[in-house]
């Protein structure tokens, strides 16, 4: 007999069936014990009752403890009216067990699976991830996970994008945050660098006209664990050749729309279009540039989109030397570029860029590129970037321009981020599968770990602990 | 006027449209100027003529070169019966041009987009990448890959399956390959791994309860760069729960056969059920485990897919102790379960293991494994795995399935190959979108490069060149 999931069996009333799970919880009614049997879609009640069951059986039924694995074969049966379940997706029927086999034993985990496990001390949880998992909220978010990246695909392919893989071994970039080094065996004193974003290799993408490119994008950043950080994290990454700032929000815009409305029905876009902000509205009116718009921020099916735009390109850094606020590809807009040019009224200058804000949570940011190798080169000028400097982080880029790059834009959402206020969850760990705890491990695996000095030697370094 | 893609406008005879992509190819006729201009979709005539378009416009026309980027305004006209160019998709309209704008000039490239670039030097090819993929055979490469992707992603979320992702950082797994390092900053002299595969993250997350996880995952391995391999590359990773030899290969069967007859349906998948070969069998038969059965090996539409099973779980290293031949996580045969735990017969135990050859090339493999931690446990025993390595490599998966993990078993595809073999390219190279070279180089962004000291400083390490 084929196993079949637990909520295939609400339209195959006294049929017999095979299912598999585990023993979420176990009641005993003297004589007849009672199981709730959890596999993937959820819980179904098992009724094992020894004259059904033979002596054998009956014995393993009343072996049975949470968390172990089993098979069971039995008949459907309709629950009485007064015993039906409406929580359950299984809760019209129930099945009186005719054989039990036992696949798999459980030790006592270390929390309890059948509760919510946001009470229980998160070292724990981050340790048995693999238990933490099995609980309903959480397993829940790694469906909600899927759903949302399978509904954006989904939505991009129609918009006729194309997914690109871009490579996690690559050259640093100059974006500002510290960056993970890889040692290169073959090439004896040379790093790989993993990417803080796909952010060159799309524009490359853009200059290989590929003309509207996506991503769901591992980067990663080598920063101080404040706050809500992770080494790695997920970025919905993507580009535009042939478009203006309008034509990349429209795009992001229908597409969280379409996302919120088919997968979060219950949940209430206070505007749309999504109201859009200039920076010194918003540092005015709120003094952040991530303003929450929510009129109630205790409902948690309110999202406040909003969006902000026109954002000073350069600001002094502590040294007074000019710095980008945001990305030094980011083009002008175009009544600056003249500006940007000569390289005057630089404080003055506007970016074309653009940040997308749900209830107080930056999600994403963009701009429309600069395109043409001079633009981008009086950016770095007016940076004070040096020749050489130039020439090692940008000479590829500023190369690849010169052999006709297309006008192109686009936008990166931070989609730890999105998950987490969706499935209205305080922190990324909650929706992201095997998170690192506040110090950057992973406790369940053990990483980061020592290595053996021969493996060192064999990528040509040594520790340096002084 | 918004800008269309060139295949759209096939059905706007006679209408006023605004296109932009690049001079593809340029005809004098006398006072007629032919551009072919190139978008992502296609090739598109234009018809330059000096009267139509006035003198501004006129001299633009004419000083446009190769890979200019343009945007004509223009009309569409219908072409002549003997003007029908039934290889391109727009091969029944010309754009009668009326206004030329250059959005960008470009250098002469270094190899002609307009040509295949198989012949060109293959360093120039992937120093220019951006360039490369502007031709048609590699923009076709990237779209078939992602068209691959989005299919077998579709088929696997009907067959009820969830992406998750797995940590890119991580910790080092004992399945052979040499692996990339990455120290850590936070923990001085610990360093992480980069995984050669989601095995153990796959199969905690059967432990989880996910039961039917798939990813298209990266997976890295720092070995030699003879033949034709990457240091980084991409599985379809996938994994399922409460299930046996024969579920694992009729779900991949099905994503495989939909997948060809879907986007390749002028390919014959030469026999369907895949035949099923023992490695005895094809050892003795073809003295390979990859048996190419095509009946025709010059016809490039010939698909021959067949799986090998039974292979033996053990074999004597060059020391004469016992070794794993595939995975240390594979279980064995259920008719050979008695001797796997009584370690008896060693040599004639035959692992629930299958590899999936295509044309004579392993696209694939994957195994039943071992998810009661006795049985793993006498795996180790077997292979003379000391007690400290156990606990150091293995720990955390042996206490994982103590919390009852269920039975589970999986498979990965090697995503490059099975792209080189449908696209009929000799190398994976052509269907990466950014490879690296033969010493896993990257020469469009010149990686592996050197750090300075002081980032080797902050992350506790140094060279080692003696």
Same mark, same amino acid.
């Given at each position: 007999m084929k196993r079949i999931f637990?909520?295939?069996?609400?339209?195959?009333?006294d049929q017999t069936v095979k299912v598999a799970g585990w023993i979420h919880a176990r009641r005993d009614m003297g004589k007849v014990l009672f199981f709730d049997l959890r596999d993937k879609d959820g819980l179904l009640q098992i009724v094992a009752v020894p004259q059904e069951l033979g002596e054998e059986n009956a014995a393993i039924a009343s072996s049975l403890k949470p968390e172990w694995v089993v098979e069971i074969e039995g008949v459907v049966q309709k629950r009485g009216a007064k015993q039906?379940?409406?929580?359950?997706?299984?809760?019209t029927v129930e099945l009186l067990a005719k054989k039990v086999t036992v696949l798999n034993e459980s030790k006592v985990?270390?929390?309890?699976?059948?509760? +919510?496990?946001? !009470?229980?001390?998160e070292e724990l949880r981050l340790k048995y991830r693999y238990l933490d998992l099995r609980t309903e909220r959480m397993a829940a978010n790694l469906r909600a996970r899927n759903a949302a990246f399978q509904t954006m695909r989904q939505f991009l392919a129609e918009e006729r994008f194309i997914e690109v893989e871009t490579p996690i071994l690559t050259k640093g970039t100059p974006e500002g945050a510290r960056e993970y080094l890889v040692p290169s065996r073959l090439h004896a004193g040379n790093f790989y660098v993993l990417p803080q974003a796909p952010q060159q290799f799309k524009q490359l993408l853009m200059t290989a006209g590929v003309e509207r490119y996506y991503q769901v994008a591992r980067c990663f950043r080598d920063e101080d664990?404040?706050? +809500?950080?992770? !080494?790695e994290f997920t970025q919905l990454d993507l580009e535009m050749s042939f478009v203006e700032e309008e034509d990349v929000i429209d795009v992001i815009e229908r597409m969280l729309v379409g996302t919120v409305e088919k997968?979060?029905?219950?949940?209430?876009?206070?505007a749309k279009p999504f109201p859009r902000l200039t920076y010194a509205e918003v540092m005015k009116?709120?003094?952040?540039?991530?303003?929450?718009?929510?009129?109630?921020?205790?409902?948690?099916d309110e999202l406040a989109f909003c969006w902000v735009v026109d954002f000073p390109f350069f600001e002094k850094d502590d040294n007074s030397n000019w710095t980008f606020?945001?990305?030094?590809f980011s083009a002008a807009k175009p009544e600056f570029k003249v500006d940007l040019m000569e390289k005057k009224n630089i404080d003055k200058i506007i970016a074309a860029q653009y940040d997308i804000v749900l209830n107080g949570f930056e999600i994403g940011g963009g701009s429309i590129r600069n395109h043409q190798p001079e633009a981008l080169r009086s950016v770095l000028e007016i940076l004070g970037t040096s020749d050489e400097q130039v020439k090692e982080q940008f000479g590829h880029m500023l190369e690849a321009f010169e052999f006709g790059a297309p006008p192109h834009g686009g936008i990166a959402l931070g989609m730890d981020r999105v998950m987490a206020i969706l499935q209205n969850e305080p922190n990324i760990r909650e929706v992201i599968p095997f998170p690192k705890d506040?110090?950057?491990?992973d406790l369940m695996m053990n990483a980061p770990s020592p290595m053996q000095s021969s493996a060192l030697k064999e990528v040509h370094i040594k520790l340096d602990l002084k």
């Open positions: 637990t909520k295939e069996i609400v339209d195959q009333v039906i379940n409406e929580k359950m997706v299984t809760g985990p270390p929390f309890e699976i059948d509760q +919510d496990s946001m !009470p229980v001390n664990q404040r706050g +809500d950080r992770q !080494p997968l979060y029905p219950h949940k209430k876009i206070q009116k709120y003094k952040t540039d991530r303003p929450d718009l929510r009129k109630n921020t205790d409902d948690p606020t945001h990305n030094p506040g110090h950057a491990r």
